[in-house]
Structures are given as C-alpha cells and as structure tokens.
C-alpha cells in the first residue's frame, strides 16, 4: 500500500538533524542555545526550524519575548522525534551487543520503593538465565520513569498509577502495592518508648518526606486529615529515596517510606519502624509499557519474571 502524499513528503525531506534540532529546542526552549548545543550557527538554526515548519505546515514553537515554547502540535512531534532518537540509539547497542554474541539490550525505569524486591529480583533472575543480557536501570520516582517512558529512553517502567498516564499511549498492569512505615534511626529516643500517638510525632518531631505529589505524601496526609491533624512545620523534603535513608541517620527525624524500599535497611538494624499503622495505601504499581509497540524477546522474557513475582 502506497503511503499517502504527506508522507511520501516527509520520507523525502525528513531528516535525523530536524529530530535533533526539535528535541535540543524542546530542552532549551531558546534558539541561541540550541544552536550551540547543535554546533551550529543560530542563522542556520533558524533556517533549519523554518524549513520543519514548512514541511509540517504549522507553527511548531511559539515565538515569545524571550525564548519560545511548543504548541499543541509541536509537542507531539517533539514526543515523536524522542522517541526517534531513542529508538534509534537502543537499536545500535542491542545491534552491537548481538555482534559480539550478547544477548540483546534492555532498558528498565523503576520507581525504587518496588526496586528492591520485585524489579532487583527478576534483574537477577534474568540475569542468572542471560549472562551476556546488557540491562540498564534508570530513574527513582513514578513522575521521573514516567518521563523517560514518554521519551522513549527505557522499554518499560515499572511505576504506580496516575492521572498522568495517559490509556491512549500506554497499557498498565498492576503488579503489587505496600506498605507505608514510619521509621527513625536505630537508637533514636522514640525506640526506647512504648506509647505514643500520632498527633505528638507531628508536633514534637522533625520529619523527612517526598514532595507534596508523591503516593507515600498524599497518604500520610491523608492519614493526617483523617486524624484531624495539620501537617509537621519541620520537614525535610527530598526526591531521592536514597538520599532520604542517608539523611535518616544523621538527625531524629520521622522519616515516611514503603516497606519495600526499608527492606534493607530494616533487615541491617539501622531504621526502626514506630509501632503506629497507617491505614492509608499509596497508588498500585504496575509494569507500564508503550501502546501498540511490539515486545522483543528480552523484554517479555522479563516481563514474565515480573508477573511471576507479582502479588496482585
């Protein structure tokens, strides 16, 4: 079946160089800036992002003050020219990794509260069945996996769900949910105590939390509210679950995490969990994958182990 007239013009003049120029932009949102991120002069840029825009026919960037933004559609060709690049980056080194008698290439985006248990433990798995499999692990967060999915930077995420997943480019699969703790550092004076209640822990301790739009925040808050109580005024807020359990064990802070992601440092002594239940859960996770897009002999063999490990 022949392609239609816009697309057999695009296979023309389309090229890898206007993907790169579309993402740079989409970074930089300033042309002078991209230009130097391309090696090239800021005239030819401009020229270059004309020449897009005609072969699109539709303003791609809106032109402001200073610097520019995507439009609508200028979004969903930099989400394509992502994936494009990414697409084409993955598909050199699983070329290169079968060259030499690997066994493909896999790109993993996990939030950590499930990493250490279901996500490290198929790793391992796929590992131990696949030695010369080459696996890369990114991210930390849902919101920082969920970007890398649309970027087309990782195969799969495993992440928890969220308004911003959208059904029309993405299928989810829960694999499990958590707990949520409260822990403090071993020899924290709250572990010699046996009674105590909420209300105190948030007016008479500092605490270490997620952002305001992470599950285990929205659940504690929840909790609070449910409890009639405003939350803590001394707080540390981090993003990083692993800077979170540093951080533990240098101040008397309440820190709130998901059992999974305390597994080890509960099993080594160093964070004792507070004898107080949160009835609140976070989000499900789940595996989250691309639409429509066909599944490669490494990825589903991992996601079979994912499954196989799943609680739901």
């Known amino acids: 079946m ?11 003049r389309l090229r890898y160089k206007h993907l790169h120029m579309l993402v740079a932009l989409s970074g930089s949102e300033n042309l002078h800036r991209a230009s130097q991120a391309l090696n090239m ?30 439009t609508a559609l200028g979004r969903e060709l930099i989400r394509f020219a992502e994936n494009a690049l990414s697409g084409l980056d ?13 066994y493909g290439h896999l790109a993993i985006g996990t939030l950590m509260g499930a990493a250490p248990g279901l996500v490290m433990d198929s790793i391992a798995e796929i590992k131990r069945r696949h030695p010369q499999l080459r696996i890369r692990i990114m991210g930390d967060t849902s919101d920082q996996v969920i970007q890398l999915l649309e970027q087309g930077r990782i195969d799969l995420a495993i992440a ?5 997943i959208d059904p029309q480019h993405y299928d989810f699969e829960p694999l499990g949910n958590e707990r949520l703790l409260l822990v403090v550092r071993s020899g924290h004076p709250l572990t010699q105590r ?14 270490i939390l997620q952002p305001a739009t992470s599950p285990a925040r ?3 808050e929840q909790a609070l509210q449910r409890e009639g109580l405003v939350a803590p005024a001394d707080i540390i807020e981090c993003s990083s679950v692993y800077s979170m359990q540093q951080l533990i064990q240098l101040t008397d802070a309440i820190m709130v995490l998901s059992e999974t992601a305390l597994r080890d440092y509960l099993r080594m002594g160093l964070v004792t969990a507070l004898p107080i239940e949160l009835e609140e859960r976070m989000a499900p996770f789940g595996l989250l994958l691309r639409k429509g ?20």
């Open 2 to 12: 022949q392609p239609p007239a816009i697309a057999r013009s695009l296979f023309n």
């Open 41 to 70: 002069s800021q005239p030819a840029a401009t020229r270059m992002l004309h020449e897009i825009e005609d072969m699109f026919g539709c303003e791609l960037f809106e032109r402001l003050p200073r610097g520019m933004r995507p």
């Open 90 to 102: 993955r598909c050199a080194e699983d070329l290169a990794a079968r060259a030499q008698g690997g």
């Open 160 to 164: 928890r769900r969220n308004a911003s």
């Open 194 to 207: 046996r009674a105590f209640n909420l209300a105190e822990l948030v007016d008479q301790w500092p605490w």
């Open 218 to 220: 929205i659940a504690l």
């Open 293 to 312: 897009e066909p599944v490669s002999r490494e990825l589903g063999a991992f996601i079979d182990l994912l499954r196989a490990r799943s609680t739901v």
